[in-house]
């Protein structure tokens, strides 16, 4: 009995512990994104590196939940005689819900999985230990780019997920199906709010950016230089970056649209 609660007390203080070290090292990449103004270049290669090598399976998964979008919003919007409105359903589906989610969680199995096993692998390799002894900050050199080339690109992608899943809503509803083309824009046009709808949407990937990309980077850091110990930080990374997406979506659409 003793020995199955001490098991959980000690169970219980590594998970304080281990909040506390990754609310230190959230902090420190915050506050690592002034200095990196001066330094651009850093951020730069590394939005292209998580941006566009993720580009292109957003536009294609983009696309196919736009086309799935059109035939499911279609078929329930005709039973009420309203399939008028069918870009109005497209696009607040997107520009809300599923652009940011989605993407995030593509994101995550992409981009996320890539910049733990980087920095993974660096850290199995010495090169950050390496860095530590010439006296060179592998957080600000290395790690704090990444940062916020994610949180920089998550955005961008959300939006080019959204706009490539209402062309793909359009090419179903208009040119497959029959739905008047200008009933489908104006309906759209008229019922989405550039604030309401498309500023949430814009804030939800902005925080999921935070989460996917730190999540990543803070598995990679931390794992184990070993083989094994990269495999786990990448497996852990899509998990923790997956569920903490979902949970934070849950609770920042409860607060924008209550």
Do not use: C
């Given at each position: 009995?003793?020995?199955a ?29 002034f200095?990196?103004l001066?330094?651009p ?35 329930t ?7 008028q ?7 607040l ?14 994101f ?27 006296a ?30 209402i ?51 803070y ?10 110990g ?24 409860a607060l924008?649209?209550?």
């Amino acid at each position: 009995m003793i020995g199955a609660i001490s098991s959980i007390g000690r169970g219980v203080l590594d998970a304080i512990a281990g909040a506390g070290h990754a609310s230190r090292f959230f902090a420190r990449l915050v506050l690592e994104f002034f200095p990196l103004l001066r330094r651009p270049r850093l951020v730069t290669k590394q939005i292209h590196f998580v941006g566009n090598y993720s580009l292109l399976i957003i536009a294609v998964s983009g696309l196919f939940v736009g086309f799935v979008l059109g035939l499911q919003g279609y078929y329930t919007l005709n039973r009420y005689g309203s399939e008028q409105a069918l870009g109005l359903l497209v696009a607040l589906s997107l520009v809300r819900e599923l652009g940011p989610v989605v993407t995030a969680l593509l994101f995550a199995g992409r981009a996320g999985t890539s910049l733990t096993a980087e920095i993974g692998l660096m850290k199995a390799g010495e090169q950050l230990t390496a860095m530590e002894m010439m006296a060179v900050d592998p957080v600000r050199i290395v790690v704090a780019p990444r940062m916020w080339a994610g949180v920089i690109a998550m955005p961008i992608l959300a939006a080019i997920f959204s706009a490539v899943g209402i062309l793909g809503g359009y090419v179903v509803g208009v040119l497959l199906i029959g739905v008047d083309s200008g009933a489908f824009w104006s309906q759209m046009q008229g019922g989405v709010d550039v604030w309401k709808d498309v500023g949430n949407g814009v804030i939800k990937s902005i925080v999921f950016g935070f989460a996917v990309t730190f999540t990543a980077l803070y598995q990679g850091y931390e794992a184990k230089p070993t083989p094994e110990g990269v495999s786990r930080a990448t497996t852990k990374t899509v998990v923790y970056a997956s569920l903490a997406v979902l949970g934070l979506d849950f609770l920042l659409t409860a607060l924008m649209f209550s």
